[in-house]
């Protein structure tokens, strides 16, 4: 007993000195912190809030805008958080947040958005200062999640098309160096959805402003995909109209689907490895003679046939393409809901037409030509080969990844555009693609997460990064941050489902993502398990 008294008395006093020493050192972090004045190097800018976080902190956000849905985020690191309002116009700013941890590995990372809306990322924030990056992210140029703040106002476009992130990205750059009194060594961007396409905006319009970006379900071509989306409520009417496809039925339709596509790989398991081979054939789902239920009459027939078709101008010319078959179920919440997609709704409202009572049941490819026609501050982004060459030249990479089963943005729009720039690098010599800029699919992922896929991957905060290690084999920002610092390019990354997509239920399946054009293909063996299938 006297012996372990005296162990007890020398293991206290061994590790009262590194006790002491942290205690200090987040002591002065805090007090670094609550002494730091950033509205001074940032001009015209306003304070907002400037605290010192400690770990384990649930912070809440009560001025956040309701539609934002983000009323607080568990901080997991001891952090100075900084939110500042930055003007960019004399009636444009931007809301801005700063999160500075106190382990820091030299690395920064800006946030991206998401839909048309104007909401900073949290839990980004979360993941990326938990992971010993200054992490920063902004509301975009306006609150909420509706395009009203558009209307007769270009300079809060332009924030939203790509100013409001550029700002970030000085003001981030300038702040952090003068908090930790040295400078970056790298500096990264993570997004989804709009998200990703502020990423590859970027790469093209501001070619050092990061050194390595991770754009996900890229909302490229954003004119046409604003059309693309708003087509879908002219074809299946409102809910209340007579041969409207509801959910159940668009149940029935998705088990048609999977009894058609699904086995294509090899595998009866929920995932269409591969939507490319899947040759819809909705008449499948007509009803025999004598029976109306669980099966489509022959106008929601038709319907099907133009939802999974390409939206063609009326001389025939792509404008944007089909609906990737395998989504259904989720696209029915919003796309295929009767009811007009929100945001391509305000977008024609509040900037193509600047006319808050244009009726969404009247669009037709003409108002497709009118968005496009438009582009404002060229928010298309549709980059070439030679737009990107500064990226490359300033040694930047980029990884894109998009889920097979999107419900909001179709798989093959990223397809078209990275073929698109693959034919361009076959006819130069001079640029290979894949040393800077690589593409994933991600079989089974829904927009930018969850499915029935292998969808955990480290692509944003929250559950997409729960219960993975930021890894550069199965984390997709760890592996940008790789490519960048090692020169070790991706070659597949791999993904996992966990069990109902909870952490502590176990993982319910792995699968090596290929680098595109490769495809998953099943080997042999338990399906569940990557060493079953190949990238080929």
Not at 210 to 232: C, E, H, Y
Not at 347 to 370: G, M
Not at 418 to 442: I, K, M, N, P, T
Not at 456 to 479: E, K, M, T
Request: aromatic share 12%.
């Amino acid at each position: 007993m006297a012996f372990n008294f005296l162990c007890r008395c020398f293991l206290a006093a061994f590790l009262l000195p590194f006790v002491a020493a942290a205690a200090a050192a987040a002591t002065s972090f805090q007090a670094r912190c609550l002494l730091f004045a950033p509205q001074k190097y940032i001009q015209n800018s306003t304070l907002n809030i400037l605290s010192f976080v400690p770990k384990g902190t649930n912070l809440t956000f009560p001025d956040n805008d309701a539609t934002c849905a983000r009323p607080y985020q568990v901080v997991s690191v001891d952090l100075c958080r900084v939110a500042l309002s930055i003007p960019t116009s004399h009636r444009s700013s931007i809301t801005y947040e700063l999160w500075l941890p106190s382990t820091w590995t030299g690395r920064i990372l800006a946030t991206g958005n998401g839909g048309i809306d104007g909401c900073v990322r949290y839990e980004d924030l979360a993941y990326g200062t938990l992971n010993g990056f200054a992490t920063y992210g902004s509301n975009n140029g306006h609150n909420g999640t509706t395009g009203v703040p558009f209307y007769r106002n270009p300079d809060i476009v332009q924030d939203f098309a790509w100013r409001a992130l550029h700002t970030s990205v000085t003001s981030g750059k300038k702040l952090i160096k003068l908090f930790y009194q040295q400078s970056f060594r790298t500096s990264y961007y993570l997004g989804c959805s709009l998200g990703g396409r502020q990423g590859i905006k970027s790469s093209q319009k501001f070619p050092t402003d990061f050194d390595g970006i991770v754009a996900g379900s890229p909302a490229v071509d954003f004119n046409n995909l604003i059309s693309w989306r708003a087509s879908f409520f002219p074809i299946t009417g409102s809910s209340t109209s007579t041969d409207f496809i509801s959910p159940a039925l668009w149940s029935v339709i998705h088990e048609e689907v999977l009894k058609q596509c699904d086995e294509i790989d090899g595998v009866m398991d929920g995932i269409i490895e591969n939507p490319n081979l899947c040759h819809f054939n909705a008449t499948a789902t007509l009803c025999p003679t004598g029976v109306s239920s669980n099966c489509l009459n022959a106008v929601q027939v038709g319907m099907v046939e133009k939802i999974f078709s390409p939206l063609l101008n009326g001389n025939g010319d792509l404008i944007y393409p089909a609906m990737q078959p395998g989504s259904e179920l989720m696209a029915v919440q919003k796309l295929y809901a009767g009811a007009p997609f929100s945001y391509s709704q305000d977008w024609f409202r509040y900037v193509v037409y600047n006319n808050p009572s244009w009726d969404p049941a009247t669009f037709t490819y003409l108002d497709s030509l009118a968005a496009e026609s438009l582009n404002p501050f060229d928010i298309r982004t549709w980059p070439s080969l030679s737009d990107l060459r500064a990226f490359r030249n300033a040694n930047g990479k980029m990884i894109t990844f998009h889920g097979g089963q999107d419900n909001q943005i179709t798989s093959f729009n990223t397809e078209r555009f990275y073929d698109g720039l693959l034919a361009e690098a076959a006819d130069d010599h001079s640029c290979q693609l894949d040393d800077f800029y690589r593409f994933f699919r991600v079989p089974g992922m829904f927009h930018c997460s969850a499915g029935p896929g292998g969808w955990v991957i480290g692509q944003q905060g929250g559950s997409p990064a729960n219960g993975i290690a930021f890894n550069s084999s199965v984390n997709v920002l760890a592996a940008v941050v790789n490519w960048v610092e090692n020169r070790v390019a991706p070659k597949s990354i791999l993904g996992t489902k966990f069990v109902n997509d909870t952490v502590s239920l176990g993982i319910e399946l792995q699968r090596n993502h290929c680098l595109y054009p490769l495809t998953s293909t099943y080997i042999g063996g338990d399906s569940t398990l990557p060493s079953s299938w190949s990238c080929s």
